[in-house]
C-alpha cells in the first residue's frame, strides 16, 4: 500500500544512547518532514528535504541529523539521546504542488531515561 | 513571524451539534496555505481540510468546512453535526514558504475535542 512507512513504533534508549527513525515512502514524493511532537504540544519542524541530496534544518534540529540519499528514504539520527528528546516523531511526505497535504506516517514513540 | 495560533486547549460539544473550532494565523507571504489535521487518540494525523489564500470560496469537505476570513487572518474549523468520533485533538496549519522557495507547514498547538452523548 502506498504511503508513509516509519520505523520503530515504540523505542526505549538510555541517555548518551544513539539510534535511527526510519522513514520510508512510495510515492515519489520529493517533500519530506521530520516532525516532533511533545506531550500535549502542537507538532515542530526538526529537518526537512526537498529531493534525493537537499536537507535543510527546521526549527528545533539540535541534537539531530538526516540524509536523504535516495528520494524514497529519510531517517533520523539521534547522536548522544538526552531525555528532553523524550517525544513521538512523525515522518511526513508530499508532492511538489502547493496544495498537496502532508501525507503522515504513524509516528514513532521514543522514551530516553 | 510567522505563527498559528490556537486558543482553545478544550472545547466540548454534545452529539450531533456543531462546534467551530479557532484558528488565526500570522504572514506577511501574499501566498499561504491553511490546513486542519485530526489527531485520534491512536495517534495518526489525518487531513481533513485545506485552504488556499487565493480561494474565493470557503473549503467545505463533508462535514468539515473552514471558515476563512483573510482580513482577520482567520481560519477556523467548523465541524457540523457532531459525532462521538470526532473526539480528537485538532490542529490548524500554515503552509509558508522559507528559503530557496521551498516551503513547510508550522502548527498551532492544537484544541482537544470531546464529543459527549
Known amino acids: 500500500n502506498a504511503g508513509v512507512t516509519q520505523t520503530p513504533k515504540f523505542r526505549i534508549l538510555k541517555i548518551g544512547q544513539s539510534m535511527t527513525l526510519q522513514c520510508a515512502q512510495d510515492?515519489?514524493?520529493?517533500?519530506m518532514y521530520w516532525y516532533r511532537q511533545d506531550p500535549g504540544m502542537g507538532l515542530k519542524l526538526i529537518y526537512y528535504s526537498v529531493g534525493a541530496g537537499i536537507t535543510d534544518k527546521g526549527e528545533v534540529p539540535n541534537g539531530y541529523n538526516v540524509s536523504r540519499s535516495t528520494t524514497e528514504d529519510f531517517p533520523l539520527r539521534l547522536e548522544l539521546a538526552a531525555p528532553s528528546q523524550t517525544s513521538v516523531y512523525f515522518c511526513a511526505s508530499r508532492t511538489d504542488r502547493v496544495s498537496e497535504k502532508l501525507l503522515f506516517g504513524s509516528g514513532t514513540q521514543l522514551s530516553v531515561l | 513571524a510567522q505563527k498559528i495560533t490556537q486558543t482553545q486547549p478544550g472545547m466540548f460539544v454534545q452529539e450531533k451539534e456543531a462546534v467551530t473550532l479557532d484558528c488565526t494565523y500570522d504572514t506577511s507571504d501574499p501566498s499561504y496555505g491553511l490546513f486542519w489535521y485530526k489527531q485520534p487518540s491512536s495517534g495518526e494525523m489525518i487531513f481533513l481540510i485545506y485552504q488556499g489564500s487565493y480561494d474565493q470560496q470557503n473549503a467545505t469537505e463533508g462535514r468539515y468546512s473552514l471558515n476563512f476570513q483573510k482580513a482577520r487572518k482567520s481560519a477556523n474549523l467548523v465541524i457540523s453535526a457532531s459525532q462521538l468520533g470526532d473526539s480528537a485533538m485538532y490542529f490548524c496549519?500554515?503552509?509558508?514558504?522559507?528559503?530557496?522557495?521551498?516551503?513547510?507547514?508550522?502548527f498551532g498547538a492544537g484544541t482537544r475535542l470531546a464529543v459527549h452523548p
Open positions: 510515492m515519489n514524493h520529493n517533500y
Open positions: 496549519a500554515m503552509r509558508v514558504v522559507i528559503s530557496g522557495g521551498y516551503n513547510k507547514l508550522i
